[in-house]
């Protein structure tokens, strides 16, 4: 895994992380932040929370790095940090030191890997909660999009609770919370895929919350 400054990366290690997470009282960790603009508007409602973006394109995670690294007086966030990394890499550097993990309206592998089975990307979400940590999954789903097999989940809370609960019981989590979500909670995630996708025009959001048991 790499922290990424504008176009600059730099190998990120164990202890240079915990040096850093050691200046703040919390930590969250948002999974495919994407263009990042949920870790920035987070990092400036909460100063003392260290807020990471990480994802697997570094190109996407370009200009909100560059913004944060400026200096705070411009804008700039030193609570917020980007990684280059895939989920399928978690927990890594992050093992046990997240009291919050976000995975936001995901698609692809990390769709698959965070609501299909207890695979590395679950286990790697798990894997980076202190106790007492919480895991957050916003998801939205249309038949056009081509997740046949994962559509009834997202569609159908009740469907999407069993499954999580049987997914990450296993794995230490305890599930307190699945239902739609409402308008300011898709708004508050700031994500620019969801502008995307029309969530909140064209379709539902579910949101559910799973904690370390």
Sequence with gaps: MRVISGRQQTELTRQELRTRVGGFERVVVDVGTGSGRAVLAQAAAEPRTLVVGLDADAASMVD???RAASAPSRGGRPNAQFVVGAAEELPGPFEGL?????????????LRGSIGDAGPVARGLVGMLRPNGELTLLLALQPKDGYDDLLPLVTE??????????????????LVDCRWASTDEVTAAQSSWARRLRVGRDRQAVIARLVVD
């Design 64 to 66: 909100a790095s560059r």
């Design 98 to 110: 997240a009291d919050g993990v976000f995975v936001r309206f995901p698609w692809g592998s990390l």
């Design 157 to 174: 809370p009740p469907l999407l609770a069993g499954r999580l609960a049987a997914l990450y019981g296993p794995l230490g989590l305890r």
